[in-house]
């Protein structure tokens, strides 16, 4: 294969899109990034605009290919990755949404959640999806958006009802992976890891689920076309009279933590990793099996190549860690996220301060979709560099939760943690985290880990890389950070962590 081609990823974020282009070592060799809007209509609602999405997609594989010098004919594939849950439904015939998207942080739908949960429901569902009945998932935001979507003017007739349109097979569903590709190929396309994250897919059976459709009353005829996440088939390909002027085949796709599970190539059973984005979610490859949680974890699809049989993972989903440093930047305590590690390292300690950034709800192991953000222990000598602090510990703390989850769960102990994600940039943060969980925390040299495994997964597809063990070739450590501290002194920063927790539980009691 020609030394100048490469493959491009599509990472479509819950705060931007990045376009990035890879070598065949794995390199970047090009870069763009555009922020999208972020729109709260009522407090705990998040949605976004998917024409927005759609138009920042197109600027930012333009723009990434030009400032490289890259013709889009030198793409062997396209692969995409996404922000989970969130969910778009759209016109079949003018492709047009009728709702901006329901993002995987917005609430609105807890209480048809707690509905399900007083009918006894909730172990029927995770049986069959290995999810908790939450809020989190597509199947009840696609519902809400059939009950509650403006009706659809049609012309010379009257407004058509969007529950009347879907029944008629009129509109398609689908998460971001799905918009994407329907909108560069036109067609109705996702990979098993995104169709694992809806609450209307049988990770057991691989199929979508009748009585989960019925149960959510979202009829069959709108949900994608399951299929691998590296697809020898490919999912289509670009339009060569569109907006790259290439067919290029996209090949590839990958709900964003799956994709990094993939990108750090967690082949493997016992394999993890952690993302650092705005939320922090903590993976391990079980291999062929779907390991069952008892201690509130999901078991989600991990990957699939074309012919090969599902890996299955345990996930920790924690829904705010570096969006709690955001929130600090909002709050002005700090102008920059760079400041966090000089001013945390300022104090000894947080004085006693704890942080719980529950600002949409608790994920894994708590899943309270009614607790709400908390800081408790302040005197009136607690500084800004407490409060930082004691922001930084918290995102430690959530991890720890989630590892101990993940020990019990698996039996595994695990010795070496591989971490991505623009949190891990703060040495302070991966040292501490090393410290809290009693693990080494290993950073890759190539930390947008999330790009790069979408890109792998096309690549594979099509043949630019070879095998798994070409791959596993390519992940070079930048930094690892051992643990600093004993088990005890680890213990004593964490004991009172679960208090504060209890404080943050169950608090929107009026949503």
Known sequence: MADNTYVGAIDQGTTGTRFMVFDHSGNDVANAYKKHEQIYPEPGWVE?????????????????????????????????????????????????????????????????????????????????????????????????????????????????????????????????????????????????????????YNIEDLEWDDELLEEFNVPKSMVPEVRPSSDEETYGTTDADGFLGEEVPVAGALGDQQAALFGQTCFDEGDAKNTYGTGSFYLMNTGNEAVTSDHGLLTTIGFQRSGGDVQYALEGAIFITGAAIEWLEDMELIDDAAETASLARSVDSTDGVYLVPAFTGLGAPHWDGRARGTIVGMTRGTRREHIVRATLESIAYQTRDVAEAMEADSGVDTTS?????????????????????????????????????????AGLAVGYWDDLDSLRENWQVDKAFDVEIDQAEADEMYSRWDDAVERSLDWATEE
């Open 48 to 200: 976004h605009d998917a024409m927005e999405i759609w138009e920042n997609t197109k600027e930012v594989v333009t723009e990434g290919l030009a400032d490289a010098g890259i013709d889009a004919s030198q793409l062997e594939a396209l692969g995409i990755t996404n922000q989970r849950e969130t969910t778009i439904v759209w016109d079949a015939e003018t492709g047009k949404p009728v709702h901006n998207a329901l993002v995987w942080q917005d609430r609105r739908t807890t209480d048809r959640v707690e509905e399900i949960q007083e009918e006894d429901k909730v172990e029927w569902i995770r049986e069959k999806t290995g999810l908790e009945c939450d809020a989190y998932f597509s199947a009840t935001k696609t519902e809400w958006i059939l009950d509650n979507a403006d009706p659809i003017k049609q012309q010379r007739a009257r407004p058509k009802d969007i529950r009347e349109r879907a029944e008629a097979g009129e509109l398609m569903m689908g998460t971001i992976d799905t918009w994407l590709i329907y909108n560069l190929t036109g067609n109705h396309i996702t990979d098993v890891s995104n169709a694992s994250r809806t609450m209307l």
């Open 417 to 457: 943690l591989r971490v991505d994600g623009g949190a891990v940039k703060n040495n302070f943060l991966c040292q501490l985290q090393a410290d809290v969980i009693q693990t080494e925390i290993v950073r890759p040299v190539v930390d947008e880990t999330t790009a790069l495994g979408s890109a792998y997964a």
